[in-house]
């Protein structure tokens, strides 16, 4: 069943009198347990769409269902709910807080959450556990490579159990040992039932999803799409 749904969606941006779509028209189902990628050049539209699926930009028009909301219509504070309840982010560049251990960067977005620190430190150790780092829990991110923050990252993304998993280029600051490992966590997610949306730049990537959208000038084309 469907967990995201887009219908017609534009993003239009207006410099010096020109408007530019940077989204033309998108339409585009993800159901659950899907795991697509979404490639395209620089400047085809790929920032954009991240920032609208994740919520931290609405359309100009068009409809943007997740998990049974429309997006598009809701407040700033709303919109901050769904990003924390219903979304794992996942960056290029791993948004991980120097000064906190791992284990405490993964319990961050809980604290949002409203639990309490018992069950925080729970979720959190699970999830590292569950990237394969039950024995760095205690580390800070200079003490871990690029490859071991990233998965800081996925397990911070994972341990609220969100709907979505949504990743900007997430291999694009690691060598391509590295990143085949954490294409490789991501794939075993997705094995075990997590949603996964991920933007790369990068065919290699793409590749290894079961779905493939290119964007290109603000409007997608499915490329590949095969059944897991
Ligand atoms: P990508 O992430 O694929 O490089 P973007 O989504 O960043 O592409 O940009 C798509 C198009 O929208 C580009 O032509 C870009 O210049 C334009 N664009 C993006 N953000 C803005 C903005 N805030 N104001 C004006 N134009 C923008
Ligand atoms: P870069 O690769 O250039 O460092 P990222 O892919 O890491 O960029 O970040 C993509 C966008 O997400 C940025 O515009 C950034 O402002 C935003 N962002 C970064 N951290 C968070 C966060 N924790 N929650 C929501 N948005 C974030």
Redesign the pocket.
């Known amino acids: 069943s469907p967990l995201i749904t887009m219908e017609d969606v534009f993003k239009k941006y207006t410099l010096a009198g020109e408007t530019l779509n940077a989204l033309d028209g998108i339409t585009l189902t993800v159901n659950k347990g899907d795991f697509m990628a979404i490639i395209g050049p620089s400047g085809s539209g790929k920032?954009t769409l991240?920032?609208v699926l994740?919520c931290?930009d609405t359309p100009t028009s068009g409809k943007y269902m997740l998990d049974g909301a429309e997006v598009g219509k809701l407040s700033d504070n709303k919109l901050a709910n769904i990003?924390n309840n219903k979304i794992g982010?996942i960056?290029?560049?791993?948004?991980l807080l120097p000064r906190l251990r791992a284990i405490e960067n993964v319990e961050l977005p809980l604290v949002y959450r409203g639990m309490s620190g018992r069950e925080r430190r729970a979720l959190a150790k699970e999830a590292l556990e569950k990237v394969g780092l039950g024995e760095r829990m205690y580390h800070v991110p200079n003490q871990l490579s690029g490859g071991q923050q990233q998965r800081v990252a996925i397990a911070r993304a994972l341990a609220g159990r969100p709907p979505l998993l949504l990743a900007?280029?997430p291999t694009?600051?690691l060598d391509s040992k590295t990143s085949r490992d954490v294409i490789g966590l991501l794939k075993e997610l997705n094995a075990e039932g997590n949603t996964i949306v991920l933007i790369t730049h990068d065919p290699k990537v793409a590749e290894q999803a079961q779905r493939v959208v290119r964007i290109q000038d603000g409007k997608l084309t499915e490329e590949r799409s095969v059944a897991s």
């Open positions: 920032s991240m920032n994740g931290l990003r982010f960056f290029q560049s791993f948004h900007d280029e694009g600051a």
